[in-house]
């Protein structure tokens, strides 16, 4: 049986990592990360503006609860493209801290929802929140990261296989993973 894990930003609170001006990041875009509806990301979205408080320090994933937009940093995307991680949406991105002459580049990573929600086996409050996840791993096929389709949960959910290599290769800056008891698969 497989395992699966949540991909989580660390808590920005007190900490030195750069993250998103969260005013300057368009509706549109949120709206789009959230329902994984990548075929309408904007073209043209070039730069999104970091908070003028945030930190230096660069993480690997960026995606905070209140925006749920993904972001990776170059060197874990290489590392996806290493793994031929193939169903993730990417679109270049540079983070800009107009007054402290921050320009980084990131990849907006927007991961597929795909159908592999085991129904019977899950509990799903009435705003089609599911609090307990079972995954029917026999639909998840080759896909290393990925969302819930049907429902409106937004965590993005990695296989073992994909978090082992990526904590080998010691790409964790500003993120973890987090294994949950209401996360299981059959």
Known sequence: MGKYYFIVANDIEDSDYIYLDEASIPERLRLVCQKSEFQYVDKSLRELALDESSGSQLADFICSEQNNVPLVSERLKKEFDRLDIRNLFY????????????????????????????????????????????????????????????????????????????????????????????????
């Not at 799903?124 to 389709?149: Q, R, S």
């Open 91 to 186: 679109q270049r991105v540079n983070l800009v801290r107009k007054f402290g002459n921050l320009y980084e580049t990131y990849w907006l990573a927007i991961p597929p929802r795909i159908d592999c929600l085991r129904k019977d086996q899950c509990i799903v409050d009435e705003l089609n929140h599911a609090e307990t996840i079972t995954i029917e791993e026999e639909k998840v096929g080759n896909y290393e990261i990925f969302k819930i389709a049907g429902l409106n949960n937004n965590e993005i959910i990695v296989t073992k296989k994909l978090k082992e290599v990526i904590e080998k290769a010691g790409i964790l800056e500003g993120f973890h993973f987090f294994e949950d008891e209401n996360l299981r698969s059959m």
